[in-house]
C-alpha cells in the first residue's frame, strides 16, 4: 500500500519528461534569415558563441565548434 504514492509520483515524472517540447533551433545562418541579430560574440581557441536576438527580444545562443564545424543553437 505504501509503493501506490511512489509508483504514481514515478508515472508522472515519467509524463513530464515525455511530454516536455523538443525545439530544435537549426543552425546560426538559419536564425540570422530567420530575422534574428547578433548582438553579442564571444570567442575562444575551439568555439565561438553568438548570442542573437529578435525584434520582440526573444534570445538564442549558438555555439559554433571550430573542429567539428558544427553549430548548436539553444533558448536560454
Do not use: H
Amino acid at each position: 500500500m505504501k509503493k501506490i504514492p511512489l509508483y504514481i509520483f514515478l508515472a508522472l515524472m515519467f509524463c513530464t519528461i515525455s511530454i516536455a517540447d523538443d525545439v530544435s533551433y537549426n543552425n546560426l545562418n538559419e536564425n540570422i534569415r530567420k530575422g534574428y541579430k547578433i548582438t553579442k560574440e564571444t570567442s575562444s581557441q575551439k568555439m565561438k558563441t553568438f548570442t542573437l536576438k529578435n525584434k520582440s527580444n526573444e534570445v538564442i545562443v549558438c555555439l559554433v565548434e571550430f573542429r567539428n564545424q558544427e553549430t548548436m543553437c539553444w533558448k536560454p
